[in-house]
């Protein structure tokens, strides 16, 4: 069975947030851009090449084709030539190369789950975060969790008070105060 495994940038204070930091119009947006380091970017590669595709949620999905199609290197091309899952209820068509809508997040991405193939990164993508969580669907949840509380944003954890339990699998320091959380959920 493929895997599920969810990759996110968090702040202490459970924030989640993209690269860039222009995804909302938060006053600390682009928190993230200043603790780059060689590390973090091998960790991010490495990442990427132990999986065969992406599950994506319709914004960041619509982000990321509006950006990777016209960039090429060692993130770059594999985001470009590997299966690309969308869910999305809104989404009429996807034009970005092998990419592919799905409309149920319980029973397509199930249906995924027991399909042929590799393990599936889930990048940002909070409100399907948020449903694969729900639902019970995600395998792994890899938190790269940075020295700063920004006070408000995105979260993939909000206040529903659902109980979800998870073991460490594995956590690392980098030099410049990030740490690397992969957690597996417990049942």
Sequence with gaps: MRKIIV??????????????????????????????????????????????????????????????????????????????????????????NNSHILRDVAADVAALKKSDGGDILVYGS??????????????ELHLMLYPVSIGGGLRIFDDNREFKKFGLKHSRAFDNGVLILEYQPIS
Excluded at 13 to 35: F, L, S
Excluded at 61 to 87: L, S
Excluded at 126 to 139: E, Y
């Design 7 to 96: 990759t996110e940038f968090i702040t202490l204070d459970g924030v989640i947030e993209a690269p860039g930091g222009n995804e909302t119009p938060h006053p600390h947006g682009g928190w993230q851009t200043k603790y780059g380091s060689p590390e973090s970017g091998k960790y991010k590669v490495d990442e990427l090449s132990s999986v065969d595709g992406l599950l994506l949620g319709k914004n960041t999905y619509e982000a990321f084709a509006g950006y990777w199609p016209g960039q090429t290197g060692a993130f770059a091309d594999p985001i470009n030539r590997m299966p690309k899952y969308v869910v999305s209820r809104s989404l009429q068509k996807v034009e970005w």
């Design 126 to 139: 909070a409100t399907l975060v948020k449903a694969l969580l729900h639902h019970n669907l995600i395998d």
